[in-house]
């Protein structure tokens, strides 16, 4: 269902809000337009490299089909998911676009991977050899990834592993259509990590003959040309997320968040609020007791304790600061300096925008942006924003089963599955 935002109506669009949701607890809105146009912005910081989008965990908690949708309508191209069950959100929404599962391959998987037409990162030699012996007995030749790690040690084969690879890559037909890394500190320009992953990743990458290369996520876009190469992988600054900690945010906010008043009480100074007393009042007080707690991924460590300030929310146009604890659905706010009649029960007071952002809301939670975002609870409406008119925002559709391709031929029946060249060490159990 869309809101009513008819220049006839009398209602503010607040007011509006509240009338198209009049049972919501919470509202989350999601601005498509502005998701696009940090994908623009991004885009025109890295071209001539393509500009991907991370659509990872449901877009970083903004909902992957309604942001595939929107940014493949924009003109991007690849999507960069965690795993297959992701991919197959993707691909509903985006039936052109090229998608990679960062999570790597699993022998059972390879049929979804077909039907998805979904390309595996594969960062290990053991998967690739998997991978390759899925793509033999099946016919299937829809392309992989290739993640070599240059200093991160969590995904990717070693240099070495890769330099292992390359004689394949020169005989051609190799299947692969990608080769990249990831920066693990790319977010402090600073860093001497980031200018060694780049030689290492330059070295290995320029072996990769014909292969287009990629290594920036969202920070790397804006730590110069040289670390663009072909593509772009930028996740979190779509999605409003400071790519530049140091400076100013040069990308636009997505989501706002607003939850509702459901109480109103005056208490006495020298009285305590919420779970364990942690804050006293220091003057007669007025709360207003707001539908939102760590539940709805509102964290507690944002509650205020004597001595110590909490975050501050939005009401009626004004900050004011979070007192007690925070607690599972609810937090108590200090509205004793607004005006008796600005605060009501049954209002929305904002927790993320008008000014408060991600960023913040991070500081306060004790974490990073990403954490904010992906935490965002199922309790709170949903609403998008932009992106042209998008069907069934509150409850995306389930994605459609998707077709075979027509290059996937089926499965030969029962075929006696060959060995994994190379047993499995150890260390692939993790
Ligand atoms: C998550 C991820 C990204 C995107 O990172 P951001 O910091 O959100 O831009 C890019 N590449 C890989 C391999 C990732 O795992």
Redesign the pocket.
Known sequence: MSINTDAKSQLTPEANLLAAYPAATGILTIDLDAIIANWRKLEKTAVPAECAA?V?ANA?GCGAEQVSRALANAGCKTF?V?NVEEAAAVRAAAPQATVYS?GGFFQQTGDAYARIDCKP?IGDLNELAEWDVFCRRSGWSGGAAI?IDTGMNR?GLTVSEAQGIIPRINAGDHGITLV?S?LAS??LPNNPANAKQLSAFREIASLFTGVPASLA????CFLGAQFQFDMV??????YG?N?TPEADNPMQQVVDLKARIVQIRNIDRGETVGYGGTWTARRSTRLAIVAAGYADGYFRAASANDGTRGAEVMVAGKRCPIAGRVSMDLIAVDVTDLDKSAVRRGHMVTLIGEGITVDEVAHHFGTIG?EVLTSLGRRFVRIYKGGEALAAQEEPAKPEPVAAPAASPALPEAPAIPAAPRPLPSSAAS
């Not at 996520?217 to 790397?220: D, T």
């Not at 992988?233 to 779509?238: I, Q, T, V």
Request: hydrophobic fraction near 45%; proline fraction near 8%.
């Open positions: 991370v990872k970083y960069f965690a960062l990162v993640h995904l990249m990831h790319a977010e996520n969202s920070s790397g992988r930028p996740g979190a600054a779509l997320v790519p990403y």
